[in-house]
């Protein structure tokens, strides 16, 4: 048994996995809630409304000491967080986090937090992962968690949406989030605060935030104790509902249409995806496949046919949120997850003690990758030595299917348009010899004179 490294804030709940199961312990106090809303029947609802994870009092397992009950959730595939989410993916989980507030509410139960590091992406559909997140209403009381909620959620949203800036970089900087008062109110002006809810949750809680600094320990004692009803609570969590429902990204995007205007044909896009599926076929499918520079997912989505789960990596936000937006509502959501991420800055591990948030390669290791049509933007736009590549490619997973694209390919001559200089050796006969140092190639397709897929393998204990 370990606890994890990211459970520490809750004084009534910690997580830890015990032979890859995710159980909660829960304190006396949390026990006997949690029991109550299981007699209710309230966690099975939401379970079946899609809010929350799946989840059961375990009886099989010895509640570790101090501890008064163990509860076990189903495991989410593949662990992500805020920072590397598109725009509709923050909207949704923001949505989410308001509609089961909201829920809970009406039947005198408050969610303790808002924290945006509740919600796991299950495919491309928010869950809320943290079943102890829940305590009594007590009358009278305001919603607690609406400044978190603001500042995890509201103020990246209002940031891209109203200015156009991408939140992921402010997210991955403080994970604490954007902090409404002093981060995102000075970047409005005064023609700002006509755009719907800035001036309420905005401005207001900047102002609010400079009058409470200096106030002493018991007037601040005395605010935490105002009292509001809980028709009013429920009106304003309604009201944020709406608002946040009717925000849009104004980002703009390098390569959501790349699909549409990439150099090479429809029948070359097709011999591509039959190549995948054959390698997905011979490879007998598995658990887990990455889709590394997957733009928006054509080839993600033939992966997705052999493969538990696919993670659709990209860098560009807009790429995301489009497949995203795309994966909603068919069989697919439940398979791929998009994630934004630069393969040349991937998440790193992060937070208290430096573990509180995994890095990306060591979350799970997936048992195949996919890298088509990266290579040239790697190595001819981004300066990454050819061996580097291979390297990473090899050092991800045992299988990959990598495009090699050589340099008088159009797009490598876009790229190399304005380089003076690069590394020297990206030629396919350079790249198979750097292959075959790793390992073996399984399959190899030619697809233009400028393209070619390989099938590559990292036997079992293989070293370089």
């Known amino acids: 048994m370990r606890y994890s490294p990211a459970s520490f804030r809750d004084p009534d709940a910690r997580v830890f996995v015990d032979d890859g199961r995710v159980l909660r312990a829960l304190s006396a106090r949390a026990a006997d809630f949690d029991a109550e809303l299981r007699q209710r029947g309230l966690l099975e609802t939401f379970v079946r409304d899609g809010l929350l994870v799946e989840n059961r009092r375990c009886e099989d397992v010895a509640v570790p000491d101090g501890w008064a009950a163990v509860v076990e959730s189903r495991v ?17 989980a923001a949505l989410l986090t308001l509609t089961l507030t909201e829920r809970a509410l009406e039947h005198d139960v408050a969610l303790k937090d808002a924290s945006a590091y509740n919600v796991f992406f299950d495919g491309a559909r928010p869950v809320f992962i943290d079943v102890s997140s829940f305590a009594p209403y007590e009358e009278g009381a305001p919603w607690v968690a609406y400044g978190q909620f603001c500042d995890h959620f509201l103020a990246p949203l209002m940031l891209e949406a109203y200015k156009g800036v991408p939140f992921q970089p402010f997210l991955r900087g403080n994970l604490e989030g954007l902090a409404t008062g002093t981060q995102l109110a000075p970047l409005f002006s005064r023609r700002d605060w006509l755009r719907p809810g800035v001036l309420k949750h905005v401005q207001l809680r900047a102002l609010l935030d400079r009058r409470t600094q200096g106030l002493a320990t018991g007037t601040r004692r005395a605010v935490r104790q105002v009292r509001l009803p809980k028709a009013s609570v429920l009106h304003n969590i309604r009201r944020l509902h709406r608002l946040v429902s009717g925000l849009t990204s104004r980002s703009p995007s390098v390569w959501a249409d790349y699909d549409r205007c990439n150099t090479y044909d429809q029948q070359l896009a097709e011999r591509k995806a039959a190549f995948v599926a054959s390698c997905c076929e011979r490879l007998g499918g598995g658990a887990l496949a990455w889709d590394v520079g997957a733009n928006t997912g054509r080839y993600s989505r033939v992966a997705a046919r052999r493969y538990e789960t696919v993670i659709a990596l990209d860098g560009d936000a807009g790429a995301v949120d489009l497949l995203y937006r795309e994966l909603r509502g068919t069989d697919a959501a439940r398979t791929i997850v998009p994630l934004v991420v630069d393969v040349m800055n991937p998440s790193p591990a992060q937070g208290w003690r430096g573990a ?23 190595c001819l736009g981004r300066g990454v030595p050819l061996r580097g590549f291979v390297d990473l490619v090899h050092d991800t997973s045992r299988f990959a299917i990598v495009e090699f694209v050589a340099t008088d390919d159009p797009m490598s001559q876009a790229l190399l348009a304005t380089k003076l200089e690069v590394h020297a050796g990206h030629d396919i006969g350079t790249f198979r010899a750097l292959a075959l140092e790793h390992g073996r190639i399984l399959a190899e397709e030619t697809l233009s004179p400028t393209r070619s897929l390989f099938l590559l393998e990292r036997p079992t204990g293989h070293s370089t």
Do not use: T
Not at 76 to 82: A, I, N, Q, W
Not at 356 to 373: F, I, Q, S
């Open 76 to 92: 989410v595939p593949f662990p992500s967080y805020p920072y590397e989410w598109s725009f509709s993916m923050l909207k949704d």
């Open 356 to 378: 509180e948030r995994e890095a990306l390669h060591g979350r799970r290791r997936p048992d195949l990758a996919l890298y088509l049509a990266l290579v040239h933007h790697l």
